[in-house]
């Protein structure tokens, strides 16, 4: 017992010396928090965070920033929905979009906002749930029974979007209960390339000069919504060293892997997705050089995939990196050491790490196959296709036997994606699927089952335009009327995609019962042996993988040592029109008309994008960046090339978050784009709407 105490105390100690951490709410560092900061989050404090914070729950994080509904997050969150709202004449996401008053604001096609309600820890009931004399493949089926009928009977009750999230490798199982939004409005949005300034050359890179932001308003009942909490805009903004926290939503993190999964992930997993999002970028960009109206179509695609190709590009050099490895394998062999050394934990937790390696090596054999039945990337007819198809026959099973993102719980949501009036251009979907067919072919193999019932003997180009240009599914009404017709309707259909939805489902459903009763369950109830294995050395003085749920980091605002230079903690306006001239105007570096227009009126040394060490991964774009009193002071939008790494390990000297000033919004808002109601309402009493 001395020695784990010893042990806990120690691991305390080192997290107490790095700003690192995504923490949920039930488990703040508060000792870490006093000790290197004098800062004690209260209650209220805690309360007041969770209920201005808000997740799109199509990807990214944001924050309430006034009492009439008002939310900010970033123009990259918002492209999407920008996208789906232009058209020909009107392109939104070039031009920007700038609502003067309520009449002007535009209702989002599919746009879903979270805020969290509450938490619940139901770890007792998922694991009583489960007999361990049965076989796994049957346990794992229990535990994912019993989280559906706990989000379900949630969902009765309360009314609220409830997702029983799976922590701590399956250490711990949370209920997360979301008051949610759809009838979202588009407020202001500027121009892309003064968002995304410097392109993807400078993603993720810093120093930036980007004004990546965008305003919505929550609607509810016809009426702006009245948060009980929201964020007063800081007018000063961050400073050198103050004590910053970001409250968002976090994606996914691997710091908790076992090294076997990290290796599998660095050596196939990470390639393969990597060689997929650099085709599809080649042929979006092959698509886009056609004409103007067909660059403005794939502009969100492009601007998604080219942005996944440089975050992977930066993840893999990391597990390449040979001090990263090696410090995750001493992390990994501190832990196994240390159960080895008392046999009550050596024999329930012995043989976890073995388990999960051999499972790794056996899903190897077969996870280009999965992947490439799973994941059509870039596409969204035939996507559309399989989920309606998968849809009709999940539904008519019991709630507690279906796929996951088919219960009950998840159905309103499914729904107002599925049944979306957003444009679909066929001739864009035809060139994404037929590359994602091509790259099957390629890397699965075309002797594979589904590969040869893909493509029927066919090319993937003939097979892609035989299918999209005969369906009907870019019709809304029509997928409506599918999912609503059940079995029967979709059985009857002659629609090629619904046809060839059909013919591809039972190869689909063979290999994901496979992956889940032989993969899966080893992941779930062995990484659950290593977490209760880490909790019983280390005690809970660590936090779980990110999961896209709400997090708590906390950091400082910090410049940092790039080799031999030292890198500011800001950038200003000074730099933006600076960066251009040493680029001569040339894209990516050109300034638009609107920004250069302003610039005598502009004071040039207000600060634009800054950093801090808060511990940051994809999801978090839109984060909020509060000070001690929850105030306001700048905007989540990236993080800088040494930051990608941290999916799998945090590093303090040079990881760094990069947001917008709240100084500089506003300069941005008032002096560029003229919208002086919209910053009133960030910092001072909004008017009535």
């Known amino acids: 017992m001395n020695l784990l105490l010893m042990a806990a105390a120690a691991f305390l100690a080192l997290g107490a010396r790095a700003d690192e951490g995504m923490w949920t709410l039930d488990n703040l560092p508060v000792k870490q928090l006093e000790e290197r900061y004098g800062f004690k989050p209260t209650a209220d404090w805690v309360e007041h965070v969770r209920l201005a ?47 003067r008053d309520a ?11 979270n805020v969290l309600q509450s938490i619940e820890n139901v770890t007792e009931r998922v694991v009583k749930a489960v007999d361990q004399a049965k076989p796994e ?18 969902t009765d009750k309360t009314g609220l979007r409830s997702d029983v999230v799976e922590l701590y490798q399956g250490g711990e199982y949370w209920l997360y209960r979301y008051k949610k939004y759809t009838d979202i409005r588009l407020v202001m949005a500027p121009e892309q390339q003064t968002a995304f300034y410097g392109g993807d050359p400078d993603n993720f890179t810093y120093p930036r000069f980007d004004i990546d932001m965008a305003f919505f308003r929550v609607y509810e009942n016809g009426k702006p919504v009245r948060p009980t ?57 092959a698509y886009a050089a056609k004409s103007p109206e067909q660059e403005r179509r794939a502009k969100d695609r492009v601007f998604s995939f080219e942005n996944a190709v440089k975050a992977f590009t930066g993840e893999i050099e990391g597990l390449r990196d040979a001090k990263l490895m090696a410090k995750k394998a001493e992390e990994e062999k501190d832990l196994r050491d240390r159960v080895a050394a008392v046999k009550a934990l050596s024999e329930k937790y012995g043989g976890a790490w073995d388990r999960i390696a051999a499972a790794t090596a056996q899903f190897k054999t077969r996870y280009k196959a999965v992947f490439a039945r799973q994941r059509l990337a870039g596409t969204k007819l035939p996507e559309l296709a399989n ?51 091509a790259f099957a072919q390629r890397e699965v193999g075309p002797d594979d089952p589904w590969v040869k019932a893909a493509l029927e003997g066919r090319t993937p180009e003939a097979e892609a335009a035989e299918l999209i240009r005969g369906t009907k599914l ?13 079995v029967k309707a979709v059985e009857a259909s002659t629609d090629p995609l619904i046809v060839w939805a059909r013919k591809l489902d039972p190869d689909y459903r063979e290999l994901r019962k496979w992956f889940e009763d032989n993969i899966q369950p ?50 200003t306006f000074f730099g933006l029109f600076a960066r251009a001239d040493s680029f001569d105007g040339r894209p990516p570096y050109n300034i638009m008309p609107r920004v250069l227009d302003a610039r005598p009126k502009l004071d040039l040394s207000t600060p634009l994008d800054f950093v801090t060490t808060n511990d940051i991964v994809g999801g978090n774009s839109g984060s909020p960046v509060l000070n001690r009193d929850a105030e306001y002071v700048g905007l989540i939008f990236d993080g800088n090339i040494e930051s990608l790494a941290g999916r799998y390990l945090y590093s303090e000297e040079q990881s760094r978050a990069v947001a917008v000033h709240s100084r500089g919004i506003l300069e941005a808002l008032r002096k560029i784009y003229g919208m002086q109601a919209l910053a009133d309402e960030l910092t001072g009493p909004a008017a009535p709407r």
Not at 137 to 142: A, F, I, L, T
Not at 229 to 250: N, R
């Open 474 to 486: 870019a019709d809304a009404q029509v997928r409506k009327a599918l999912v609503q017709g059940g």
């Open 387 to 437: 989920t309606i198809v998968r849809c009709v026959a999940e539904v008519n099973k019991p709630n507690d036997k279906r796929y996951e993102e088919f219960r009950d719980s998840a159905l309103e949501s499914l729904n107002l994606r599925l049944f979306s009036p957003a444009p679909i251009f066929p001739d864009l979907e035809e060139a994404a699927f037929a590359d994602a067919l």
């Open 53 to 99: 914070s808000v997740r799109f729950n199509d990807g990214g994080s944001g924050g309430f920033v006034s009492p009439n509904g008002l939310v900010i997050t970033n123009h990259h969150v918002a492209l999407g929905q920008l996208q789906k709202v232009s058209t020909r004449e009107k392109d939104f996401v070039k031009d920007g979009f700038y609502a």
């Open 229 to 285: 909490h929201y964020f007063k805009w800081s007018s000063a903004g961050a400073k050198d060293g103050e004590l910053t926290f970001v409250s968002g939503h976090p994606g996914k993190t691997d710091r908790l892997d076992t090294a076997a999964q990290l290796e599998f992930q660095r050596d196939e997993s990470m390639p393969f997705m990597l060689r997929m999002y650099s085709g599809r970028v080649k042929a979006l960009k």
């Open 522 to 571: 080893v992941e779930a109830f062995d990484g659950k042996k290593i977490a209760a294995a880490r909790f019983a050395v280390y005690g809970k003085g660590a936090y779980p993988d990110a999961t896209f749920t709400l997090r708590l980091s906390y950091g400082k605002v910090a410049g940092y040592e790039s080799g031999t230079t030292r890198v500011p903690y800001k950038t």
């Open 137 to 154: 493949s049957v346990q794992n089926e229990q535990r994912k029974g019993e989280m559906s009928r706990i989000e379900k009977e949630s």
């Open 103 to 113: 009449s002007e604001e535009m209702k989002c096609p599919d746009l879903e906002l």
